[in-house]
């Protein structure tokens, strides 16, 4: 199973969040796997049109995903995953 990691910003609302592995084959069935395990964080991640939010980025394995609307960008087995949120205000 891909291991997600989260950024401390995301921890902030979600004090038990903790690296873990999260079945998916691609980045939206990881994340719906998530929102199982922690109802409500996908409303910071994504939209209400499913795509992700402007001030998240997603890395699988380093590489910053393609696809922001779908979310299909495949996830295999031993991937980690890296879900950054940005911080923003002054």
Known sequence: ???????SALKR????LEA???EGANDSEVLQNLE???????DYIVDEQGELRKHVNI????????DREKLQ????????????????GG
């Not at 890395?59 to 393609?66: K, P, R, S, Y």
């Not at 996830?75 to 940005?86: H, M, N, P, R, S």
Request: glycine content about 6%; some cysteine; hydrophobic content about 45%.
């Open 36 to 42: 199982k395990i922690h109802p409500g964080i996908c």
């Open 59 to 66: 890395f699988v394995d380093g590489e910053l995903i393609q």
């Open 1 to 7: 199973m891909p291991k997600i990691n989260f950024t």
């Open 20 to 22: 873990e592995q999260i």
């Open 73 to 88: 960008d495949a996830v295999g087995e031993k991937d980690e995953l890296f879900i950054f949120q940005a911080l923003s």
């Open 13 to 16: 609302f979600f004090p038990d």
